[in-house]
């Protein structure tokens, strides 16, 4: 082990940051929420502080969540459609409504995860700024 490895402490653990972003709440302190509206990622937590301006969930949630969906969705059609002898357009509507509820119930939650593992690995530009939301400086 380097001496680098010896003195390095994570003071952001991933297994909690991602549990807080799963509930959509803040990363650093867990209390306060992340968003506001459905998707919007608050610029600071209004509890603790923390700069949330910094992250770079673009494109990441809706392909994590549209991999899920129709992962979990596309069996239980194919499914449905030789268990039951359903009119196509009975089973399209049925599993559409599904896709869209479970699409807008997972996609802030993988958005605040993504938020929440960039926040604790110290990404795009969260490593600049302590816990506290302050810059820090090269003296401390």
Request: one cysteine or more; charged letters at 20%; glycine letters at 6%.
């Amino acid at each position: 082990m380097s001496s680098i490895d010896a003195h390095y402490t994570d003071d952001r653990p991933l297994q909690p940051a991602v549990l807080r972003g799963l509930r959509c709440k803040c990363p650093a302190c867990g209390q306060a929420p992340m968003l506001e509206k459905f998707l919007k990622v608050r610029d600071t937590c209004p509890g603790c502080g923390e700069d949330l301006s910094h992250q770079r969930a673009d494109d990441g949630p809706a392909y994590l969540t549209m991999l899920v969906t129709l992962k979990v969705v596309t069996p239980l059609m194919v499914s449905a459609m030789f268990a039951w002898d359903m009119h196509p357009a009975l089973l399209f509507t049925i599993f559409s409504a599904l896709l869209v509820a479970l699409s807008l119930f997972l996609l802030p939650r993988f958005k605040g995860m993504i938020v929440a593992i960039q926040w604790s690995r110290r990404m795009h530009g969260f490593d600049e700024r302590n816990d506290a939301g302050h810059r820090q400086t090269s003296d401390s």
